[in-house]
């Protein structure tokens, strides 16, 4: 059975964090409208996001399975949770209730289990944004430089004052809100690393605070052009197209004379890995992360055999002499 492709509308504008997901896992912005065919960037559902309309709600902030694996990172827990509609709510959400005497005694036994399932996950959940720092950390990286350098030119809103809740006091005398303050151009010079939220599209630095950060798609597009990887076998139907996955992919020309792979900069990576305690200590995870680590960062696709066996030696000489044990393939 072919795979059918149809075009997506994209926004004009996208978000801050947008970019950062474009960039660190290919995830492409698309137009998404309210029932009112508003672009939901600028719909007035924002109005009832976050700390006083602070915080940009109406992005998925889910890290989905096939973009984890793209990035060599486990699978998000939040994103298996909201499949599951299983509940994410704080640990101490559960102690409140359990300390809370009016709580039903035949509910309490109800609740001690869910507390064990949220302590389960915060710790899942803890764990796994350990590697998602560690994935955005150079995308987000070249977000700022290119920031930095007006490359990326934004706009956001500017608040009156750099404490949120302060800001939000000298807005409510005005009778505003964060959410009607009108977007302005933010200057190359505001931009530090260390300010920038991304996950909420805001950011602190030289003395303002901007919130509902975006940017122009197409100069994010001009700036991060995205990974690309020849396709063959795409034939147009009417307004869709159609991918024969069927149809075999073209060899790469041998280069005689050079090393196939860079090996180098590989051996650099799981030395690094070594030093922070990161490498994992099944030799098939590392395997699979090292897969996607090539065709993210070098756009070229070893085999699992050559990279198990550049990984040996790792394993020889770090995880057995750690603990005795056989290594397991």
């Given at each position: 059975m072919p795979t059918f492709l149809q075009p997506v509308p994209v926004p004009e504008r996208c978000y801050l964090f947008e970019a950062l997901l474009w960039v660190a896992f290919q995830r492409l912005p698309i137009l998404t409208t309210d029932h009112e065919g508003v672009?939901?960037?600028?719909?007035?559902?924002?109005?009832?996001?976050?700390?006083?309309?602070?915080?940009?709600?109406?992005?998925?902030?889910?890290?989905?399975?096939?973009?984890?694996?793209?990035?060599?990172i486990p699978p998000d827990p939040s994103w298996q949770a909201a499949i599951d509609g299983t509940s994410i709510?704080?640990?101490?959400?559960?102690?409140?209730?359990?300390?809370?005497?009016?709580?039903?005694?035949?509910?309490?036994?109800?609740?001690?289990?869910?507390?064990?399932?949220?302590?389960?996950?915060?710790?899942?959940?803890?764990?796994?944004?350990?590697?998602?720092?560690?994935?955005i950390e150079y995308p987000a990286s070249?977000?700022?430089?290119?920031?930095?350098?007006?490359r990326l030119p934004t706009t956001?809103?500017?608040?009156?004052?750099?404490?949120?809740?302060?800001a939000v006091e000298k807005l409510a005398v005005d009778g505003m809100d964060i959410y009607d303050i009108e977007p302005t151009p933010i200057p190359k010079s505001f931009w530090s690393l260390q300010g920038i939220d991304f996950e909420i599209s805001a950011a602190v630095g030289e003395g303002a605070n901007y919130c509902y950060i975006d940017l122009s798609t197409s100069d994010l597009f001009a700036v991060f052009p995205g990974e690309r990887a020849e396709v063959v076998g795409i034939e147009r139907v009417g307004d869709s197209f159609i991918l024969n996955e069927?149809?075999?992919?073209?060899?790469?020309?041998?280069?005689?004379?050079?090393?196939?792979?860079?090996?180098?900069?590989?051996?650099l990576e799981v030395a690094s890995l070594v030093s922070r305690g990161e490498l994992p200590a099944k030799k098939e995870a590392a395997i699979q992360q090292f897969q996607a680590w090539f065709q993210r960062e070098l756009n070229v696709q070893p085999s699992r055999s050559a990279i198990g066996e550049k990984l040996t030696p790792y394993y020889e000489k770090f995880l057995r002499s750690n603990n005795g044990q056989k290594i397991d393939e």
């Open positions: 672009d939901i960037r600028q719909s007035d559902e924002n109005r009832e996001s976050g700390e006083a309309g602070y915080a940009v709600k109406v992005i998925d902030k889910y890290i989905f399975d096939d973009e984890c694996e793209r990035a060599g709510l704080p640990v101490a959400h559960y102690d409140q209730m359990l300390k809370d005497r009016k709580t039903p005694k035949a509910y309490r036994k109800h609740l001690k289990q869910e507390r064990l399932e949220a302590v389960r996950f915060e710790s899942a959940r803890g764990e796994w944004k350990r590697h998602y720092r560690r994935a070249r977000i700022f430089v290119a920031l930095k350098d007006g956001g809103k500017l608040l009156p004052a750099v404490d949120v809740g302060e069927g149809v075999p992919q073209p060899r790469m020309a041998s280069r005689r004379g050079r090393p196939p792979y860079p090996w180098e900069a590989f051996h």
